[in-house]
């Protein structure tokens, strides 16, 4: 059975850092490319950071970059996304979610995923 674990939500002010993390099990985890999106309350689900397989291809939503980091250590089966400057529009459910694609690029299409965390809250706020 496959399970996806976010961490590291909580709430933070203005400017401030966060670092999320989701680490996947049932699966052979260099095996699939990882995504973060989130989801604010009345909004539309967001992809906002991928990574490919090995790492080496990552994307971003023009909404978080210069901001947010995706890095992945597929040793430890976790992906993460480094969050600073934090905004009050970042306020969201984070997921994180796992998809296999046969090229080593960073897939960014919400419907490419198959697997997803249940989510964790980020609240940005002074």
């Known amino acids: 059975q496959v399970h996806l674990v976010e961490s590291g939500g909580g709430s933070v002010h203005p400017g401030g850092s966060l670092r999320l993390s989701c680490t996947m099990s049932g699966l052979t985890f260099a095996d699939y490319h990882m995504g973060w999106f989130r989801q604010a309350p009345g909004k539309e689900l967001e992809g906002i950071a991928h990574?490919?397989?090995?790492?080496?291809?990552?994307f971003y939503a023009d909404s978080v970059k210069g901001r947010f980091t995706i890095s992945r250590d597929n040793a430890a089966n976790t992906v993460y996304l480094q969050m600073d400057s934090l905004k009050p529009e970042d306020t969201a459910m984070y997921y994180c979610a796992a998809g296999y694609y046969s090229v080593d690029v960073a897939i960014i299409r919400e419907r490419d995923y198959t697997y997803w965390g249940q989510g964790t809250q980020v609240t940005v706020s002074a």
């Open positions: 990574v490919s397989r090995s790492g080496i291809s990552v």
